[in-house]
């Protein structure tokens, strides 16, 4: 084995430690210190990492790196059998920011029918969406809506709000979706749009009254 492959081997050997504090420091050191042997074993190492202080050390090991080595390694593992390695890839591509990145950014995974990898995928998405893309974006995130608890249903509304108006058509045509949870989460979606201080919670039982009461409330 080259000498470069067993320095390389050694010094991220601590990953595997059952201790979080070691992993999490040699996650650090691995950014502090960049080298290209380490992308792969560092994207390996997300997709299994139980911990998210180390999870995110990783990902910010792997922002310290080239993004022409990193970015077609991290779009491979948008391919991974594991949940957890998606959505890490992901949100490592949201970080690093290489509109490159967007054409892995698939349907598919915006419709993962695992909500932590949906939910990394509508991030990665309004980060890397090219220009006078925005409203054919907005419409496939708009598919989402009512999916989930309030976590996801917050997640989407915070992906849409950033989209900016290009929503707004989206959005009106939402309020009048069969779906009482697709009509809550539109309207409670476009309230937070015009009042951010407003709250997820005030904004989603303000939504609820006016479905009950049969209005989106565009006439207030």
Sequence with gaps: MPKEDTNTMRALQGLDNGDSSVRLQVAMAAGTTPDPGFIDRLVERCAIEPEFFV?????????????????????????SERAQGRSQALHTLSKIGDRRAWPAITRALLTDADDEVARAAWRAAVVLVPENEESELAGVLATRL???????????????????????????????????????????????????????????????????????????
């Excluded at 976590?151 to 989407?156: A, K, N, Y």
């Excluded at 915070?158 to 779906?179: Q, S």
Aim: glycine share 6%; no cysteine.
């Design 55 to 79: 999870r995110d050390m990783l990902t910010w090991a792997l922002t310290r790196h080239s993004p022409a080595m990193t970015v077609p390694r991290l779009i491979d593992e948008l391919h």
């Design 146 to 220: 009512g999916r989930g608890e309030r976590e996801t249903q917050l997640s989407l509304s915070r992906a849409l709000i950033a989209l900016g108006e290009v929503i707004m058509p989206t959005l009106r045509a939402a309020m009048t979706d069969p779906d009482p949870r697709v009509r809550r989460h539109a309207i409670a979606t476009e309230r937070l749009w015009r009042d951010p201080d407003a709250g997820f919670e005030f904004a989603i039982e303000e939504a609820k009254r006016l479905v009950a009461l049969g209005t989106t409330g565009q006439e207030e």
